[in-house]
């Protein structure tokens, strides 16, 4: 099977069409006249071109710029402090290193309740296991997957049980 076009095919004259369209692109952005920055661009004329301008030529960003952008963006910026005479910004500081913020050693799980730490395991192991049991064990019988769910509910409202049931009028939530 053969799926290309024949020589005489219309898509052969679009790809021909392509090219040419391709070719005169490429002419003209190599005929654009390539002026440094800070060099001054000759006057118009009254239909509005450059004498060295021809109509079919490009024009450049300058050409259609009325707002003078591109000449601003040459200028050097002035700094901060030129601009607002010499006083200081936010962000004109100089960083005081104190030490920095060394956190406290995290307390050890062996010393956990081991009720709690069996709930923990329940609630983040039963959706795994759960997850490997549809993917690897297709076949499990409907009371292991009772089971595992069973474990997950139980674990999590365990959890939630052991939450403080007390609430601190006083406590913004700013503690650290």
């Known amino acids: 099977m053969n799926n290309r076009p024949g020589p005489d095919s219309a898509d052969q004259s679009a790809n021909n069409d392509d090219d040419a369209v391709w070719l005169d692109l490429v002419a003209r952005l190599e005929s654009m006249p390539s002026t440094a920055p800070d060099e001054p661009l000759p006057p118009e004329d009254a239909a509005g071109r450059r004498p060295d301008q021809n109509s079919a030529a490009p024009r450049s960003f300058r050409d259609f710029d009325p707002l003078g952008l591109s000449r601003q963006a040459a200028e050097e910026p002035k700094s901060v402090d030129e601009e607002a005479g010499g006083a200081a910004g936010p962000r004109d500081y ?9 956190p406290e050693e995290p307390p050890s799980l062996a010393g956990t309740e081991p009720m709690t730490m069996l709930a923990w395991l329940g609630a983040v192991g039963g ?9 690897f064990w297709r076949s499990a019988p409907l009371l292991a997957v009772m089971g595992i769910l069973a474990a997950f509910l139980g674990s999590v409202v365990y959890l939630i049980m052991k939450l403080p049931e007390e609430k601190d009028d006083n406590d913004d939530g700013a503690r650290v």
């Open 94 to 102: 100089g960083a005081e290193d104190d030490g920095g913020f060394v």
């Open 127 to 135: 959706p795994i296991a759960l997850l490997f049991t549809a993917m």
